[in-house]
Antibody
């Protein structure tokens, strides 16, 4: 059974950095594109970033472009999201999800709170 | 960016009702439209992809239709486990935008 497990969330001060991880299992991670999607408390879903199966293509939402970096290590079956210059509006549950453009499997999410 | 607009934002219905949720794209997206269900405290779950294809394991009471800019999600006979929030998402071009969600509540 496909499993995606996010980690790395927590409370961080504005302007600081945080790196999220998403560990994948039970599928051929290196063959699948991956995404990060976030959800602010009580709000809807916001697509954040995409990375192709081999890491050669990356796309970002305008709201995070230049601050967040998506990457992957196929040897470790792990997806990452490096988040720099964090703002209060980045506070959200961050989900990783698999699929080229259809998000067919999702992790349970990790909460990031940006607060002083 | 392509904007996705769902209606209604919330909906009250009873078990056994037939329910339709609509999603409109700000420009044509062919059939690159997906629907997700999210229950409180849980991750979203893919229900329908490519506007009308049912994801494996999803009950047949769920169906999707549409093409171009206008799409619908229909639940033919509501079950207690269907009360949740539903989101459409366009997968035509990045950023892969979501609709604002439709919260389906028990009447």
């Amino acid at each position: 059974q496909v499993q995606l497990v996010e980690s790395g969330g927590g409370v961080v001060q504005p302007g600081r950095s945080l790196r999220l991880s998403c560990a994948a299992s039970a599928f051929t991670f290196s063959s699948y594109a991956m995404h990060w999607v976030r959800q602010a408390p009580g709000k809807g879903l916001e697509w954040v970033a995409f990375i192709s199966f081999d890491g050669s293509n990356k796309y970002y939402a305008d709201s995070v472009k230049g601050r967040f970096t998506i990457s992957r290590d196929n040897s470790k079956n792990t997806l990452y999201l490096q988040m720099n210059s964090l703002r209060a509006e980045d506070t959200a549950i961050y989900y990783c999800a698999s699929g080229l453009s259809i998000l067919d499997y999702w992790g349970q999410g990790t909460l990031v709170t940006v607060s002083s | 960016d392509i904007q996705m607009t769902q209606s209604p934002s919330s909906l009250s219905a009873s078990v056994g009702d037939r329910v339709t949720i609509t999603c409109r794209a700000s420009r044509t997206i062919s059939n690159y439209l997906n629907w997700y269900q999210q229950k409180p405290g849980k991750a979203p779950k893919l229900l329908i992809y490519a506007a009308s294809s049912l994801q494996g394991g999803v009950p047949s009471r769920f169906s999707g239709s549409g093409s171009g800019t206008d799409f619908t999600l229909t639940i033919s006979s509501l079950q207690p486990e269907d009360f949740a929030t539903y989101y459409c998402q366009q997968s035509y071009s990045t950023p892969y935008t979501f609709g604002q969600g439709t919260k389906l509540e028990i009447k």
